[in-house]
């Protein structure tokens, strides 16, 4: 068995915070101990308590004067665009055609998925991001490179081969047949083995013609525990674009609901322009709004009311997510920074408090994963962050007039990035340092 004790100042999250004072939604331990024990906490408390209770010869680390919290958890991003990232384009279906669609097509290859992969993770835990749930390409081979580096790093990872069998180049479609029986293998592959999770990836209306929704419709209930993802209500043309392929439909969510595609494991990308009804037919259901704020601004899309759709009567489920490569930063802090302003322009205020509770537990319950995730409680796996506020030369002058926790976390969140992650910690090992 493997027995460290870990030294910081411990912030984690028990509950959502229903204001910037809801000191109850939180545990912060200015000296506190972490005891990890074989990829697990096995207990949290005050250094004091912690040393007490743990024999002299258990190795401790010392991490003061950083915050220590949970790893922090990107909700929706794309493997294979990491060379889409930063692409010149006016909006969601330009961007998608001119650059992504011959990019991912790249993927086809194994060798190429591989590499990428390793880029993939190292910028994960570059980030202090240690789970993620991205989707690969239409093609196997990538799923298979994502998820055997997973493996590698112990990492607990969502992700799910794309089904796409229209409107994109011939080298990224496959069939609803092919769509069904790859997603299969996939599953069975490597649903479950590590810590990975497969999810049911439908990329969206627009490229997944209705033979093929039948045939995300039947994973859906074949697989009821696995999650879903996929987009909703980006862009204004993609809204209008999806009615025409689906006349039925009364709205683009009852597309996804008539394919039993709406429920608590459904996580929809953006969900920027929903109706009234779309609302509150994603809360029913209990799912997810996946909100990515650098994409929404970087192509355009819109404003994610993220504080209004949380408030309503009947409350939507919100995430939130880098979106990487329409997304324009690894980073959930700069993610959340771009969040802040986005409900600044919407005449809303989200406090420090509820930013972090998003990267962390609020990510896991959206995930359904907070028994394991999201959070520093005992039993849980000891995936988590060192973040250094001072990290820059501009962080470290403005930390000379912070006086508080509050405003330490925004200016984390408001100039920090990969340089304020001292490190990052998965299954109990520290992975930042080696790459
Ligand atoms: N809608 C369908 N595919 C994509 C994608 O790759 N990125 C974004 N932002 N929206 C999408
Ligand atoms: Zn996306």
Not at 387 to 407: F, G, H, I, W, Y
């Amino acid at each position: 068995m493997t027995t460290t004790l870990i030294r910081g100042r411990l912030l984690s999250f028990l509950r959502r915070p229903v204001a910037i004072d809801d000191t109850a939604s939180y545990r912060y331990e200015e000296d506190g101990g972490l005891l990890v024990e074989d990829g697990k906490i096995a207990a949290v408390g005050s250094y004091a308590d912690m040393r007490a209770a743990t024999p002299a010869e258990v190795e401790e680390i010392d991490h003061r004067p950083h915050l220590i919290l949970p790893g922090l958890i990107d909700t929706h991003l794309h493997f294979p665009q990491m060379q889409v990232i930063g692409s010149y384009a006016a909006n969601l279906l330009e961007w998608l055609n001119t650059y992504t669609f011959p990019e991912e097509c790249r993927f086809v290859e194994s060798e190429h998925a591989a590499r990428i992969a390793r880029h993939f993770y190292d910028e994960m835990i570059r980030h202090g991001t240690t789970t993620a749930v991205a989707y690969c390409s239409v093609h196997k081979t990538s799923t298979d490179a994502y998820f055997a580096e997973a493996l590698k790093r112990g990492m607990c990872m969502v992700g799910g081969k794309v089904m796409m069998d229209r409107n994109a180049p011939q080298g990224l479609l496959d069939t609803p047949e092919t769509g069904y029986d790859e997603t299969r293998a996939v599953i069975a592959e490597w649903h479950g083995k590590g810590r990975n999770h497969v999810a049911i990836t439908p990329r969206f209306a627009i490229t997944s013609t209705p033979a093929q929704m039948e045939m995300a419709a039947a994973l859906a209930r074949e697989f009821p525990d696995l999650h879903i993802q996929t987009h909703l209500s980006e862009n204004h043309d993609e809204i209008r674009f999806t009615s025409e392929l689906y006349p039925d439909a009364i709205d683009y969510t009852d597309v996804y609901a008539k394919y039993g595609l709406l429920g608590p494991k459904s996580l929809f990308g953006h969900c920027i322009h929903l109706s009234e009804r779309e609302a509150d037919a994603m809360s029913e259901a209990g799912a997810v709004a996946v909100h990515c704020p650098t994409s929404n601004l970087f192509l355009g899309s819109g404003l994610f009311p993220l504080k209004a759709l949380s408030r309503r009567d009947r409350p939507v489920r919100i995430a939130v997510a880098t979106d990487v490569g329409g997304g324009t930063s690894y980073s959930m802090l700069k993610t959340m920074d771009e969040a802040y302003k986005i409900q600044q322009l919407l005449g809303e205020r989200l406090n420090p408090f509820e930013s972090f509770y998003h990267m962390t537990l609020g990510n896991a319950e959206a995930l359904s994963l907070e028994d394991r995730i999201g959070t520093l409680e005992a039993g849980t796996d000891a995936d988590f962050v060192v973040l250094d506020a001072a990290a820059t030369p501009a962080m470290a002058l403005k930390m000379e007039v912070v006086r508080s926790l509050t405003d330490e976390l925004f200016l984390l969140q408001t100039l920090g990035d990969d340089r304020a992650v001292r490190e990052t910690y998965v299954a109990g090992r520290p992975m930042k340092a080696a790459l």
